[in-house]
């Protein structure tokens, strides 16, 4: 079994940063990407940023210039820097993988969430 396990979500004022952090652990045999999504209230889970093997990193628009994400690929973890956070950043931040097995198919895999709440 996989398990991703997040942290660094919180309460943050307008402007403000966090960072949020992944690790993944269990019976992995090799990471294709990990990433981050999130879901607001009453909205669906939306990606925020995506890291794909070899080096290629993906963001949402509203995101872009003031969240970075980041790969350790020797720990298998995934960070979020998010700076200049805005109201409508608030919501629930999932991880994500695509982790192969010992056959090395690959699967997703998803954290349990973290939240980040910006108050303006």
């Known amino acids: 079994q996989v398990q991703l396990v997040e942290s660094g979500g919180g309460l943050v004022q307008a402007g403000g940063s966090l960072r949020l952090s992944c690790a993944a652990s269990?019976?992995?045999?090799?990471?294709?990407?990990m990433g981050w999504y999130r879901q607001a209230p009453g909205k669906q889970r939306e990606l925020v940023a995506t890291?794909?093997?070899?080096?290629?990193?993906k963001y949402a628009d509203s995101v872009k210039g003031r969240f970075a994400i980041s790969r350790d690929n020797a720990k298998n973890t995934v960070n979020l820097q998010m700076n200049s956070l805005k109201a409508e950043d608030t919501a629930v931040y999932y991880c994500?993988?695509?982790?192969?097995?010992?056959?090395?198919?690959?699967?997703?895999?998803w954290g349990q969430g973290t939240p980040v709440t910006v108050s303006s």
């Open positions: 890291s794909t093997n070899p080096d290629t990193t």
């Open positions: 994500h993988g695509k982790i192969r097995d010992d056959y090395f198919v690959s699967h997703d895999y």
């Open positions: 269990g019976r992995l045999f090799g990471i294709d990407a």
